[in-house]
Every structure is written in structure tokens, then in C-alpha cells.
């Protein structure tokens, strides 16, 4: 099943976090569609749209794994299902 | 993409700093196939029925919040109105069946239970009358299970010999819960109006009308509608102020609606409803007292309130008309003295007092909400504050409701602290100028001319 969802990244700037996140996403199938990241102040904030393969790494795995990678880096990593923004802010 | 970083950032603020959340998610469930002539072989088929039949209400709705990133505060059950069973059976003590409901709410995982319920508007009948005499023990013995009985309607008119059965029933079960702060009277309501579909506690039942399983979901967010209007500049009129209230209410509505559809799916029953109302808790700013302070009114309760509250009651019911085509259940602003920072403040400041709370029930849900009252409070007192909310409900076709603890002990001035999201009371005076006279004359408030509508 592929499942769109969208990552969110926010924290201070440091060199690898790009790279950090993902390599989690690759290792997990999960495709990047779009991609912004801006650095304001010194926080570094990173919206990603991705496409999780949830035959290859279920939605809940995928989240555990960003949250490691996330605690590592020193970033707070949120992964959530897309059709929530679209509810929310599409008519 | 088709949802920019703002958008993203936009609803993570609301989680993450303005408490938007889903209040509840109600797993609705008809218990008619439960009806024996035992009330023993009755709890048995209950316990059997919702442990079984909502055994995966907790695991999905933790698996959708964890997903979709926002969270799921409460999952809650509500039954079929148990005096349709205590019909069947006929039998002295029923409180058996409220303590299976208990014991199958802990078995699945959720905190209340509701639909120990009976519908007297315009008579009462046997099993009606065992399980109202019953209430007090039935929410002593128990802990999640929640009571409300329904005694007025527009269409039959006030049922004044049940409101004055009920002002019995609540003192006595301050009396039974007195070691608790009275805290049974906070799980029993008086409703005019009940609707079938309520998701929200302790109030919720699960109507004749409805399919076998049903979710329904009550959404919540006075937070994100107080940090909304508090962004308005100053001068903003209030055409301004209810187009903002109106925008965020579309996409708390949406969030909900989302859930709902989600929850159905997954768990094999029938979307329901979306319950528009604006539920407080006492988290600081998560209040809907905050909002009417927000919108220009000094303190909550002063000359003003009634005005704001309904523009915006009013606000949300667009945006979320907007934002689901499944509106049910309750549907209007909450006012929960308890459960809101702000009103508690706006009652120890004497700002709010128990009459400006009956002249904003008139124009959202559920208004004598949550009030604590001295513990000496004469039972036909009771009655006429109750009597009052009804006649507003009945006259102006809305549900009305009332959740009154008279706390045993206490007097104006004192508090009782019942923690979580049932927040801290502070006792209210109530005006000792009673229709003792009007209760004891009991019979039935006709229904109103506005009930010929066919």
C-alpha cells in the first residue's frame, strides 16, 4: 500500500540532517515527491512529501525509525498521513 | 506540492501549542439483543456484548493518532438507554447491569460509559422508574459508567413530577458519593431535548434510531479559536472576528470528520455524526471563557458574555457546516464551570454566577454544566434550576442540561478539586428565592405552542 504522508523536520542547524533523515527514508522505500527546507534564525525547518510503501516498511515502523533518527541528529521529526492537511486546509 | 510549509506549520502549531485535539471518539452500541427477564442474566449478556463488540475501539483510535499526528484525548462507549432493558426484566435491583458496563469499559480501556439512561418527558415507566431510583447507587458502586435521564421535550413539554424525581435522585447521589466530593453528580445529567447521537460524556446515549455499532466523534479546540481571534488586531470589528472563528472551525471540523470516517472503517461500523461543540479543558487557554474574553469582554460573565458566546457558537457551526455533512449530536459551545481555567477564575472573581450561566445555556449546549453548589441546597431548589433549563430547551426547540453537584459539606466559598479534565468547582451561590411552591405542584409544563409544527 502506498501511502502519502508528510515530514516534518524542525531544529537547529547542523551539518548531516538532510543526509540523516533520509537515509532512513531510503532504507525504507519511501519515495520523496517534494521537498522544502528553509533555515530561519538558526532553526532549520524541512517539509518533505513522501509516498510510504507500506508492504516494504509498515507506517508505524517508518515513524519509530524517524523518531531514532531524529533524537540522534538532535532534530524533532514528525511523520503523518497527508490526507490530514488536505482535510484540514482544502475545501 | 499541493499543501505548502505554512499549511504544515500552521496545524502543527495547533497541536503542538493550542491544544487542538479530537475530544472523543464514541463507539455507539444497541444493546437490544441483551434483554432477559433476569437483570443477572443481563449484565451478563452487557459485559459479553461491549467487551466483545468494542475490544478494538482502543487499539484503532491509538493507531489513527499516532498516524495522523493529533491527538485522540478520550475513546468512550455509549449504550442503549438501559431502562429499555430494566423493562424487560422487571425485577427490583438492576444495578447489576451498571456494574458489568463498568467492568466491560475497564476490560476494553476506556473511562466513561454512558446510557444508563431513561427517557421520562412525558411518563414514567416501570423500567423507567427502576432504574431512576437506582442512579445513586448505580454511580456509588461504579466508576466509568455515566447517567442521564431526559424529562422534558418540545414536543411533550416539561415532565415536572420526573424533574422533581431527579433533584431527589441527584441529592441522593451527592449523598452516596459524598466521600468523594459528591463526584457521582458530576456522571448524572438532566436533560431537555436528549438527542440520540451525543458523543460527550456524561451525557451520551445511544438512540433508538441508530444502526448496531456506530462512531461518532465530538471535536474540540477552544484553544486554537482563543489564539485565533487573540491574533485579530484590536480594532477588528466583529464581522471580522466571527469570519476568523468560522475559517478555524472548517478545519478543526475537517480534522474531525477525517477521524470519524477513519475510525468507521477501521473498526467495521457506521460513521455517525461530527459534534460540532467547542469542549473546554481546564489546560490554561484551552477555554471557551477565554475566547469570550478574547473577543472583548472584560471578565466572563459580565454584560456582554451572552452576545459573545452566541457569535461565537454561531461561527462554528458554519465553518463546521462547511467541514461535514454528518453535524449530530450536541453541536454548541460548552460551558463546564469545572473543566474551564476561565471560568473558574470568572466565578472566584464573582464575574460569573449561576443565573448569567442559564442566560448563556440559551444560546449554546448544555449550560448548567458542571456546578458545584452548596451541599444544603433544598432538593425542590434543585428542581427549579433544573425546571428553568428545561423551559429554555423546550421553548427554544434546543437541547438544554443540567450537571448540578451539591457538594455534601461544602458552602460558597469552598472548592473541590476532582482532577483531570473534570478540573476544580468552586461551590456556587444559588439564589435562595426558590419555586419551592411551582415544584410541588408537580403534573406536567403543557408543550409549547412552537410543537404544532405538522
Redesign the interface.
Given at each position: 500500500m502506498q501511502t502519502p504522508a508528510?515530514l516534518?523536520v524542525l531544529g537547529e542547524d547542523r551539518i548531516g540532517i538532510v543526509a540523516g533523515i533520509t537515509d532512513v527514508l531510503a532504507r525504507a522505500s519511501a519515495n520523496i515527491?517534494?521537498i522544502?527546507q528553509?533555515i530561519i534564525g538558526g532553526i532549520f525547518?524541512m517539509?518533505m512529501?513522501v509516498t510510504v510503501d507500506e508492504d516494504v516498511t509498515p507506517?508505524?515502523t517508518l515513524?519509530t525509525q524517524l523518531d531514532e533518527a531524529g533524537q540522534r541528529i538532535g532534530v524533532q521529526v514528525?511523520?503523518?498521513?497527508?490526507?490530514?492537511?488536505?482535510?484540514?486546509?482544502?475545501? | 506540492?499541493?499543501?505548502t510549509?505554512e499549511?504544515?506549520?500552521?496545524?502543527?502549531l495547533m497541536i503542538t501549542q493550542q491544544n487542538l485535539d479530537i475530544r472523543t471518539v464514541t463507539l455507539g452500541l444497541a444493546l437490544d439483543s441483551c434483554a432477559d427477564t433476569d437483570a443477572e442474566k443481563v449484565a451478563a449478556k452487557v459485559y459479553e456484548k461491549v467487551a466483545s463488540s468494542a475490544s478494538e475501539l482502543v487499539p484503532v483510535a491509538e493507531?489513527i493518532e499516532?498516524?495522523?499526528?493529533?491527538p485522540i484525548v478520550n475513546r468512550r462507549i455509549s449504550v442503549t438507554p438501559v431502562a429499555q432493558l430494566a423493562a424487560a426484566c422487571a425485577c427490583g435491583d438492576i444495578t447489576a447491569v451498571a456494574r458489568a458496563l463498568d467492568r466491560a469499559a475497564a476490560e476494553v480501556g476506556v473511562d466513561f460509559i454512558g446510557g444508563y439512561s431513561a427517557l421520562v418527558h412525558k411518563g414514567i415507566g416501570e423500567g423507567d422508574r427502576l432504574l431512576i431510583d437506582s442512579i445513586p447507587q448505580a454511580l456509588a458502586q461504579t466508576e466509568r459508567v455515566c447517567s442521564s435521564v431526559n424529562v422534558a421535550s418540545t414536543r411533550a413539554g416539561i415532565n415536572m413530577d420526573a424533574v422533581s424525581r431527579m433533584a431527589a435522585v441527584v441529592r441522593e447521589t451527592a449523598e452516596a458519593t459524598a466521600d468523594n466530593g459528591s463526584f457521582g453528580c458530576g456522571k448524572l445529567v438532566v436533560f431537555a431535548n436528549m438527542v440520540e447521537d451525543n458523543p460527550f460524556m456524561a451525557g451520551a446515549v445511544h438512540g433508538a434510531g441508530e444502526a448496531d455499532a456506530v462512531i461518532n466523534v465530538g471535536i474540540s479546540g477552544p484553544g486554537v479559536v482563543r489564539a485565533v481571534v487573540e491574533s485579530l488586531s484590536e480594532t477588528a470589528d466583529l464581522t471580522e472576528v466571527a469570519e476568523a472563528i468560522k475559517a478555524t472551525a472548517f478545519?478543526i471540523t475537517?480534522?474531525g470528520?477525517?477521524i470519524a470516517r477513519e475510525a468507521a472503517r477501521r473498526l467495521g461500523a457506521d460513521m455517525g455524526i461530527v459534534d460540532l461543540s467547542l469542549a473546554p479543558t481546564p489546560a490554561e487557554g484551552d477555554s471557551v471563557a477565554a475566547i469570550i474574553e478574547a473577543i472583548g469582554v472584560k471578565r466572563c460573565g459580565g454584560p456582554g458574555t451572552t452576545t459573545a458566546l452566541a457569535l461565537l457558537n454561531d461561527a462554528v457551526k458554519k465553518g463546521g457546516a462547511?467541514g461535514t455533512s454528518s453535524i449530530g449530536g450536541l453541536s454548541g459551545a460548552f460551558i463546564p464551570v469545572s473543566e474551564d481555567a476561565g471560568m473558574i477564575r470568572a466565578v472566584q472573581e464573582g464575574a460569573l454566577t449561576l443565573e448569567k450561566l442559564e442566560a448563556m445555556t440559551s444560546v449554546c449546549s448544555v449550560g448548567l454544566d458542571m456546578i458545584a453548589i452548596p451541599g444544603d441546597t433544598p432538593q425542590e431548589t434543585i428542581a427549579a434550576i433544573i425546571a428553568d433549563a428545561c423551559a429554555i430547551g423546550v421553548i427554544n426547540h434546543k437541547t438544554t442540561a443540567t450537571r448540578l453537584i451539591p457538594v455534601i459539606g461544602k458552602t460558597v466559598g469552598d472548592s473541590v478539586e476532582y482532577g483531570g479534565l473534570f478540573g476544580t468547582a468552586p461551590v456556587m451561590a444559588v439564589n435562595e428565592w426558590a419555586g419551592t411552591r411551582l415544584i410541588r405542584r408537580g403534573g406536567r409544563f403543557p408543550a409549547p405552542l412552537g410543537s404544532l409544527r405538522n
Amino acid at each position: 500500500m502506498q501511502t502519502p504522508a508528510v515530514l516534518t523536520v524542525l531544529g537547529e542547524d547542523r551539518i548531516g540532517i538532510v543526509a540523516g533523515i533520509t537515509d532512513v527514508l531510503a532504507r525504507a522505500s519511501a519515495n520523496i515527491e517534494d521537498i522544502r527546507q528553509t533555515i530561519i534564525g538558526g532553526i532549520f525547518s524541512m517539509t518533505m512529501l513522501v509516498t510510504v510503501d507500506e508492504d516494504v516498511t509498515p507506517f508505524d515502523t517508518l515513524q519509530t525509525q524517524l523518531d531514532e533518527a531524529g533524537q540522534r541528529i538532535g532534530v524533532q521529526v514528525t511523520l503523518q498521513r497527508e490526507d490530514v492537511f488536505r482535510f484540514m486546509h482544502r475545501i | 506540492m499541493h499543501i505548502t510549509p505554512e499549511e504544515v506549520v500552521e496545524t502543527l502549531l495547533m497541536i503542538t501549542q493550542q491544544n487542538l485535539d479530537i475530544r472523543t471518539v464514541t463507539l455507539g452500541l444497541a444493546l437490544d439483543s441483551c434483554a432477559d427477564t433476569d437483570a443477572e442474566k443481563v449484565a451478563a449478556k452487557v459485559y459479553e456484548k461491549v467487551a466483545s463488540s468494542a475490544s478494538e475501539l482502543v487499539p484503532v483510535a491509538e493507531a489513527i493518532e499516532r498516524e495522523y499526528g493529533i491527538p485522540i484525548v478520550n475513546r468512550r462507549i455509549s449504550v442503549t438507554p438501559v431502562a429499555q432493558l430494566a423493562a424487560a426484566c422487571a425485577c427490583g435491583d438492576i444495578t447489576a447491569v451498571a456494574r458489568a458496563l463498568d467492568r466491560a469499559a475497564a476490560e476494553v480501556g476506556v473511562d466513561f460509559i454512558g446510557g444508563y439512561s431513561a427517557l421520562v418527558h412525558k411518563g414514567i415507566g416501570e423500567g423507567d422508574r427502576l432504574l431512576i431510583d437506582s442512579i445513586p447507587q448505580a454511580l456509588a458502586q461504579t466508576e466509568r459508567v455515566c447517567s442521564s435521564v431526559n424529562v422534558a421535550s418540545t414536543r411533550a413539554g416539561i415532565n415536572m413530577d420526573a424533574v422533581s424525581r431527579m433533584a431527589a435522585v441527584v441529592r441522593e447521589t451527592a449523598e452516596a458519593t459524598a466521600d468523594n466530593g459528591s463526584f457521582g453528580c458530576g456522571k448524572l445529567v438532566v436533560f431537555a431535548n436528549m438527542v440520540e447521537d451525543n458523543p460527550f460524556m456524561a451525557g451520551a446515549v445511544h438512540g433508538a434510531g441508530e444502526a448496531d455499532a456506530v462512531i461518532n466523534v465530538g471535536i474540540s479546540g477552544p484553544g486554537v479559536v482563543r489564539a485565533v481571534v487573540e491574533s485579530l488586531s484590536e480594532t477588528a470589528d466583529l464581522t471580522e472576528v466571527a469570519e476568523a472563528i468560522k475559517a478555524t472551525a472548517f478545519k478543526i471540523t475537517r480534522a474531525g470528520e477525517l477521524i470519524a470516517r477513519e475510525a468507521a472503517r477501521r473498526l467495521g461500523a457506521d460513521m455517525g455524526i461530527v459534534d460540532l461543540s467547542l469542549a473546554p479543558t481546564p489546560a490554561e487557554g484551552d477555554s471557551v471563557a477565554a475566547i469570550i474574553e478574547a473577543i472583548g469582554v472584560k471578565r466572563c460573565g459580565g454584560p456582554g458574555t451572552t452576545t459573545a458566546l452566541a457569535l461565537l457558537n454561531d461561527a462554528v457551526k458554519k465553518g463546521g457546516a462547511m467541514g461535514t455533512s454528518s453535524i449530530g449530536g450536541l453541536s454548541g459551545a460548552f460551558i463546564p464551570v469545572s473543566e474551564d481555567a476561565g471560568m473558574i477564575r470568572a466565578v472566584q472573581e464573582g464575574a460569573l454566577t449561576l443565573e448569567k450561566l442559564e442566560a448563556m445555556t440559551s444560546v449554546c449546549s448544555v449550560g448548567l454544566d458542571m456546578i458545584a453548589i452548596p451541599g444544603d441546597t433544598p432538593q425542590e431548589t434543585i428542581a427549579a434550576i433544573i425546571a428553568d433549563a428545561c423551559a429554555i430547551g423546550v421553548i427554544n426547540h434546543k437541547t438544554t442540561a443540567t450537571r448540578l453537584i451539591p457538594v455534601i459539606g461544602k458552602t460558597v466559598g469552598d472548592s473541590v478539586e476532582y482532577g483531570g479534565l473534570f478540573g476544580t468547582a468552586p461551590v456556587m451561590a444559588v439564589n435562595e428565592w426558590a419555586g419551592t411552591r411551582l415544584i410541588r405542584r408537580g403534573g406536567r409544563f403543557p408543550a409549547p405552542l412552537g410543537s404544532l409544527r405538522n
